[in-house]
């Protein structure tokens, strides 16, 4: 399961980021604009489909004129981004 809690510009991920959540997160991903940080600290696991709604989130306010930055990635779902290809692609801290 997949918690998603919006704090302003702040949205923090906890939990499994797979396919059985996708229609959550996109719902909530569609209401988000501008400056974005996603805080992955509670994130245990991410899928394939997971890494997609985040780059496309990403591709999203990049072309909107906003941006998409994330923090606090553990480092098992760092090393998902990374075995992507997407670590260099994404703002990570």
Do not use: W
């Not at 990403?58 to 004129?65: D, P």
Request: aromatic share 6%.
């Amino acid at each position: 399961m997949l918690d998603i809690t919006v704090t302003n510009n702040l949205v923090a991920l906890c939990g499994r980021f797979d396919s059985s959540q996708a229609d959550k997160a996109r719902a909530e991903f569609a209401r988000l604009s501008g400056e974005i940080t996603l805080d992955l600290s509670g994130m245990d696991y991410i899928s394939s489909l997971g890494l997609g709604l985040i780059f496309a989130l990403h591709s999203r306010l990049n072309q909107e004129g906003g941006g998409l930055r994330m923090i606090h990635c553990n480092p098992h779902v760092l090393h998902v981004f990374h075995l992507a290809g997407l670590k260099n692609a994404l703002n990570i801290e």
